[in-house]
Every structure is written in C-alpha cells, then in structure tokens.
C-alpha cells in the first residue's frame, strides 16, 4: 500500500473532536441521558476523547462503554479460521438513554449495522446516533452518520487509515493506495 495524502493531522483531530462534541450536545440538549458507545477499536478512543471535550465544555461526565462487533458481523467467516472475540464493557443501562455510536471510518456501512445488532442486544435506547471521524462513501446499507468530522470521497482503490496516539503513537489519518 503506497501512502497518497494526509488529510488530518493531530491539531486537525483535536479541533473536529470539539467540533462534534459541541454538535452532539446541541442535537441532545445537553448531556442528559446521554452516553458514548465506542465500536473497537479506535472508535473507543474516539469516544473517550469526545466525552473529554464534552467534560471540558459541560463540566458533565458522560458514560462511555466498549462495543465489540467481531459475533455480529456478516463476513465472520471471511474475516479469518478462528476470529479473535474481545470483551463488550457497558456498566450502565443504556435504556432510555441516548447512545451516540462512535466509529472512526465509516466506509460501507457494515460495521455499523452489527453495532446496531450488538447494542440492541444490552437493551432498548431512546435513541441512537452515529458519530465517525471520516466518512468515505462507498455506503453498500442504508447507513448515514448524524455528527462528521470529515467527508473524504475515495476511489476504490483506496483506504482511508486513521492513526491515534493510543494504538499507533501518532495522530493522523492518511489515504492509501492499493497497488494495482
């Protein structure tokens, strides 16, 4: 894969962060029976850093939990022989509140569909929302996100590849090319 562009940077993450945590806040009214939801992996730190941003704007703390997907996904068995499952960790109720499903690329709209499939299963939420960082195209089910940080149109032959400094060390998203 031949590295094509960078299209955020750290400075450029932190500010859309804010960005969307000041977007959620305005469609919730508030913090309010509202809590995060971060699809694995890097959409958990997603989601943490946006209940940052939200403490340092509202003083609030908001509930964040960790939703694995790997059991609820269509193509399990392309993925690989003996698929690595990892913990699903909500210690709240998400009855009656409203979950703000956070993802880092959304790109056909599969992992999102089995984050609904796997949420659905902890209980029956008000309401739920969808937050991603970058937003590719490419929508294969009817999925369409309420809080972007970013559209990136790409071709086919390209991905989109968020870094954080949590998993990667550095923050950054780049698109690449696949060889021909």
Do not use: W
Not at 67 to 79: F, K, V
Not at 144 to 156: A, E, H, L, Y
């Amino acid at each position: 894969m031949q590295e094509k562009a960078k299209i955020l940077d750290k400075d450029t993450i932190q500010r859309t962060l804010m960005r969307m945590a000041h977007e959620i806040l305005e469609k919730n009214k508030g913090t309010q029976a509202l809590c995060l939801m971060g699809i694995r992996n890097r959409g958990v730190y997603l989601a943490h850093r946006l209940a940052g941003c939200i403490m340092s704007i509202e003083g609030d703390v908001i509930p964040v939990g960790v939703l694995d997907i790997t059991l609820y996904r269509d193509d399990l068995t392309l993925l690989a022989p003996s698929p690595v499952v990892h913990k699903t960790e909500v210690n709240f109720d998400i009855t009656d509140k409203n979950v703000v499903l956070v993802d880092d690329v959304l790109y056909t709209g599969r992992t999102v569909r089995a984050a609904l499939d796997a949420l659905m299963d902890l209980g029956r939420p008000k309401s739920i929302q969808l937050a991603v960082l970058v937003d590719r195209g490419h929508r294969e089910l009817p999925i369409r996100p309420d809080f972007v940080g970013k559209n990136i149109p790409t071709s086919q032959n390209e991905f989109v590849e968020l870094r954080l400094s949590e998993s990667d060390g550095i923050d950054e998203a780049v698109i690449k090319q696949k060889k021909p």
